[in-house]
């Protein structure tokens, strides 16, 4: 046995997995609580955001009031409408659930903290979108229904619709994203 020579790979032990991944836990919740403080502000830019794409599909005018988190559209027609982005229509409480999942994720696959940061911010970007799609739903069935009609039905239940259905899908696609199996960096997860 003499002149043998042992390698021994050094393997990650489980608590140098924890550290980083406590660490992501704490931004994640961090961002949660952010969103929760600047709500107003998100609601504000999220109504812009409205405001841009209506003025790129549509050809009358819009105007997007940031202070009133409120989006004015028609105002060349017959039937100017305001929407205003409230707190409960704002996607900003669709994230919460998907920041909170991450939270527990990261705790219970520390492991998988990029996975589960990347699949947070794809089903992230789906949850806004899905909420954007909400809003012209509504504005397109106020255009074709008019006010009464097109606001009842586009909000109410085209636009509940659109986030409970959207917002199901986004979680599902974090999930699915975050928790499949697969190669990454060269390991089995």
Known sequence: MRGRIVAVASTPTPDTWRVPARMAIGAVLAILLGLVLVERAYRTLEITLSGAIISVISSNEVHVAGGRETVYFNLGGDDPIGLRMTPEC???????????????????????????????????????????????????????????????????????????????????????LGTRNGRTGGERS
């Open 90 to 176: 704002s996607s900003v409480f669709m994230l919460m659930p998907l920041l909170l999942v991450t939270s527990v994720l990261l705790w219970l696959r520390p492991r998988q903290a990029k996975r589960l940061i990347g699949s947070l911010l794809i089903a992230g970007a789906a949850v806004i979108a899905v909420n954007q799609v909400r809003v012209l739903a509504i504005v397109g069935l106020v255009d074709w229904l008019g006010v009464t009609e097109g606001y009842y039905w586009g909000h109410t239940l085209m636009g509940s619709l659109v986030s409970v259905l959207g917002g199901a899908l986004a979680l599902v696609l974090f999930v699915w």
